[in-house]
């Protein structure tokens, strides 16, 4: 899916544009210059046409402060992997310097470079926005993005500037499998161990993969051979400044390979154990309803080992997970390849977990069960009734549930239904929906 990236100086309304577009108020939008302190990803569909926009902080050039050369860094970072990149501007105050020298930069820029004159909510603010096209771009547009004025003309020509989508090969069903994780835990040498070649870089500096490399490999041998494609995600092109860098270039790279994997494998150190980065990889992996598998890599490295060190390592990192204790844990070391094949293995279940289709019949044999053990609480002093559930869909598994009074159905009993479905088919790292209708 293509890229789009919002660039521009602080307080132009890049956050309210984001919002607008994306129809959804993940941006923190405050009126003081710098509030928008990391990138925010998004999708848009326009006249049948989806691609993935990206938000930035402020691009202050010249500022040497700590925090804008973070800011700085991460808009260029941005700039490098863009398809299009929209440069927000202010008609309220027209050329600013910093709108010069944002210029200067994105016209070295080889992708399609639109002008966003903000702001414009008025006719005599539009015509004001003419004074842009002395930036030396060939588009600009002037809109509003609080109350939408221009933004349909504006879609069109982002659309329009959008590379051609790659054509789908309906035959290709290669699981794509991501390996996520902090910059430096052993993606690139996990990947390297698994094909067998040296096929990225591998230094033990952090962010020294240049690119994000799809490698395919088969795994088996004769009838249960299977193609699979291995997903390495990148880490920074060139060595970081601040440490905000490393953040944004990972995110993004991750988020960019979550959209188009199947199952994500997320690498943990094992001598740092499971830390907030990680819970955030996998909890957008849920949201995306990917397969999830956990590797603990550099087993190798740990050297206190006693007979329970993995099973109480593991048992913490679910405890820290909370609902997420479906996700499968492989103890590996991409350095000896120790359990490397085994990766693999458990991923591919997990992808097969994944398209599982579960019978009508046997569902409703397990609901019934599950509603005889425990029977859904009360509602409005009357009694919530589940006739029966279908599976609806897979590629994630989606099951719908029919009673009288789907909004009397609460978390508390969904989780504890989602949890007689696993008992009884398993769904090994599979995110699961569970949809009540009414009937």
Do not use: H
Not at 240 to 245: G, R
Not at 324 to 331: I, M, S, T
Not at 377 to 394: C, E, F, L
């Amino acid at each position: 899916m293509a890229l789009v990236a919002i660039v521009g100086r602080p307080n132009v309304g890049k956050s309210t544009l984001f919002n607008r577009l994306t129809e959804e108020r993940k941006a923190i939008v405050d009126d003081q210059p710098g509030v928008t302190r990391d990138r925010l990803f998004g999708e848009v569909e326009w006249t049948g046409r989806t691609f993935n926009l990206v938000d930035t902080g402020g691009l202050v050039p010249r500022s040497a402060e700590r925090f804008d050369a973070a800011i700085r860094e991460q808009v260029e970072l941005t700039i490098q992997e863009a398809d299009v990149i929209l440069l927000v501007v202010d008609v309220t105050t027209g050329i600013a310097d910093l709108d010069g020298e944002v210029a200067a930069r994105l016209r070295r820029a080889e992708q399609p470079v639109i002008v966003v004159a903000n702001k414009a909510d008025n006719a005599g603010r539009a015509l004001e926005a003419a004074e842009f096209w002395s930036l030396g771009f060939e588009q600009m547009f002037p809109l509003s993005a609080i109350n939408g004025t221009g933004t349909g003309d504006f879609l069109d020509a982002v659309v329009a500037a959008l590379p051609d989508e790659p054509e789908d090969d309906d035959e290709d069903s290669a699981p794509r499998i991501a390996f996520l994780g902090r910059p430096n835990v052993g993606k690139s040498s996990l990947a390297n161990k698994l094909l067998g070649r040296t096929r990225s870089i591998v230094t033990e500096v952090a962010g020294t993969t240049r690119d994000a490399i799809d490698a395919r490999m088969t795994v088996g041998e004769g009838e249960d051979a299977r193609e699979i494609v291995l997903v390495d995600t990148a880490g920074l092109r060139r060595k970081a400044k601040v440490k905000e860098n490393v953040e944004f270039y990972s995110a993004l790279r991750t988020e960019l390979a979550l959209q188009s994997c199947d199952v994500a494998v997320v690498l943990v150190d094992a001598e740092r154990g499971l830390e907030a980065q990680d819970a955030r990889v996998l909890r957008e992996a849920e949201s995306l309803k990917k397969g999830m598998v956990i590797v603990v890599n550099k087993w190798d490295l740990v050297t206190d080992k006693e007979t329970n060190t993995a099973r109480d390592m593991e048992r913490a990192m679910r405890e820290r997970l909370g609902l997420l204790d479906f996700v499968p844990v492989v103890f590996s070391s991409a350095l000896t390849g120790q359990r490397a094949d085994k990766v693999i293995e458990v991923a591919l279940t997990v992808f097969d977990e994944r398209r599982k289709r579960v019978s009508t019949a046997r569902l409703n044999e397990v609901l019934e069960a599950a509603v005889r053990r425990q029977p859904p609480p009360t509602y409005r002093n009357g009694y919530v009734k589940i006739n029966y559930a279908s599976q609806v869909r897979d590629e994630p598994p989606v099951f719908a549930f029919f009673c009288n009074q789907p909004e009397g159905v609460k978390e508390s009993y969904r989780r504890y239904l989602e949890n007689r479905l696993r008992e009884a088919f398993g769904f090994e790292g599979v995110p699961l929906t569970l949809s009540f209708r009414r009937k």
